[in-house]
């Protein structure tokens, strides 16, 4: 079965980019989503990627994925303290296969 | 747009007890996931439902049981509720179609006292 992996913590100052990494053990994946979950709320879809595609991106956001090394990233551009969360990495064999979680990266704004 | 609706938001249960959680998929999705988050983990999933037939289970207890109905919203059934019960229940829906992602309802969170 799937198997995702990623940090726990990530800070980062306020304007700067934000890299958030995940890896993954199943190379049949075929969709890797991002979600993002503020305290106390529920998981917003940010963006997903297709494992056919390499790159992704969307407003401020960049997902690279490197099939090879089964490795999946967030990039996130002039960081705001708006997007402190939890974010999460998941992936899934096919699109209506359940879809696995990483055990989420805490992102910290610094001022 | 609308999103996956779930109700209630909070519910306060003691040991022992019963409880249902519903949630109302967007128009037109037809697969219906449960998930489950402790505090401070991360999502695991419980169950799926794919036109109202069971598609995939997952760590889901015995004493819990789910359907979908035919306006395809789905229960998700707790009977003997247990402290370790509290959580974050999640629903999230999904079109049985090329390029469509699963959405997420903002949870009900269970406090089993």
């Known amino acids: 079965g799937e198997d995702v992996e990623q940090s726990l913590f990530l800070s980062v100052r306020e304007g700067d980019s934000s890299v958030i990494n995940c890896t993954y053990t199943?190379?049949?994946?075929?969709?890797l989503y991002w979600y993002k979950q503020e305290p106390g709320a529920g998981l917003q879809l940010l963006t997903y990627?297709?494992?056919?595609?390499d790159m992704k991106q969307d407003q401020r956001l960049t997902v690279l994925l490197n099939k090879k090394d089964k490795h999946l990233s967030l990039r996130i551009a002039d960081t705001q303290t708006g997007d402190s969360a939890i974010y999460f990495c998941?992936?899934?064999?096919?699109?209506?296969?359940?879809?696995?979680f990483g055990k989420g990266t805490r992102l910290h704004i610094l001022p | 747009a609308a999103g996956v609706i779930q109700s209630p938001r909070h519910l306060i249960k003691e040991k022992r007890e019963t409880a249902t959680l519903k949630c109302y998929p967007i128009?037109?999705?037809?697969?219906v996931y449960w998930y489950q988050q402790g505090p401070g983990q991360d999502p695991q999933f419980l169950i799926s439902?794919?036109?109202?037939?069971?598609?995939d289970k997952g760590s889901i207890p015995d004493r819990f049981s789910a359907q979908q109905f035919s306006d395809y919203h789905s229960e998700l059934n707790m009977s003997s509720l247990e402290l370790g019960d509290s959580a974050l229940y999640f629903c999230?829906?999904?079109?049985?179609?090329?390029?469509?992602?699963?959405?997420f309802g903002n949870g009900t969170r269970l406090t089993v006292t």
């Open positions: 999230a829906s999904s079109l049985d179609a090329y390029n469509s992602p699963l959405h």
């Open positions: 199943d190379s049949s994946s075929t969709y």
């Open positions: 990627i297709f494992s056919n595609m």
């Open positions: 998941a992936g899934a064999q096919n699109r209506d296969d359940k879809i696995i």
């Open positions: 128009p037109r999705h037809d697969t």
């Open positions: 439902f794919y036109e109202k037939m069971q598609s």
